[in-house]
Antibody, heavy 124, light 114 residues
């Protein structure tokens, strides 16, 4: 079965960076896009961007441009998401999420498999 | 950005009764070339990640009980639970994937048992 296993919880100071990993199994890693979605405590869902593991292409939400980097290592079927210049507003659970293909403007279908989430806490 | 607005924010329904959640997008998410509505519904239970219920506005994801159904087109959509079960207590989100500038979710609707 499809599994997305994320790295453990992180505590970071303001101004620092955090890198979250997501190891995929149960399917061909390069056949699906990987999205990242975050959820602040008690709040709703916020899409951050996607990476195409096959081409290494990425698209980021404008809000996160310049501060987020999504990468992948196909040899170990793992996606990564790094956020720099953290502030307290970045305290959230970060999910990696499998999705079907996307163009530069839209995606094809919903997000069908979610990781369990990684809690990132930013505090001085 | 395409703004997605759900109503109501919270809802209490008796067991066995129908629950209806609405979702409105600020612009059409119907792609006329393929006649598909780029809208999905998710269920999130406490302490769990969201789960995909419906995509293309009305296609049920594999394994989702048939009491869940989606309808609507263009800018107005509905998620219906035909006969509420105790395990359906959750927060429900709609999402548009018509535009990735950015992909957006509704604010969520909390469903409880009356």
């Amino acid at each position: 079965q499809v599994q997305l296993v994320q790295s453990g919880a992180e505590v970071k100071k303001p101004g620092a960076s955090v890198k979250v990993s997501c190891k995929a199994s149960g399917y061909t890693f390069t056949d699906y896009y990987m999205h990242w979605v975050r959820q602040a405590p008690g709040q709703g869902l916020e899409w951050m961007g996607w990476i195409n593991p096959n081409s290494d292409g990425t698209k980021y939400a404008q809000k996160f441009q310049g501060r987020v980097t999504m990468t992948r290592d196909t040899s170990i079927s793992t996606a990564y998401m790094e956020v720099s210049r953290l502030t307290s507003d970045d305290t959230a659970v970060y999910y990696c999420v499998r999705g079907r293909s996307c163009t530069s403007t839209s995606c094809y279908g919903g997000f069908d498999n979610w990781g369990r989430g990684t809690l990132v806490t930013v505090s001085s | 950005d395409i703004v997605v607005t759900q109503s109501p924010d919270s809802l209490a329904v008796s067991l066995g009764e129908r629950a209806t959640i609405n979702c409105k997008s600020s612009q059409s998410v119907l792609y006329t070339s393929n006649n598909k509505n780029y809208l999905a519904w998710y269920q999130q239970k406490p302490g769990q990640p969201p789960k995909l219920l419906i995509y293309w506005a009305s296609t049920r994801e594999s394994g989702v009980p048939d009491r869940f159904s989606g309808s609507g087109s263009g800018t107005d959509f509905t998620l219906t639970i035909s006969s509420l079960q105790a395990e359906d207590v959750a927060v429900y989100y709609c999402q548009q994937y018509y535009s990735t500038s950015p992909i957006t979710f509704g604010q969520g609707t909390r469903l409880e048992i009356k």
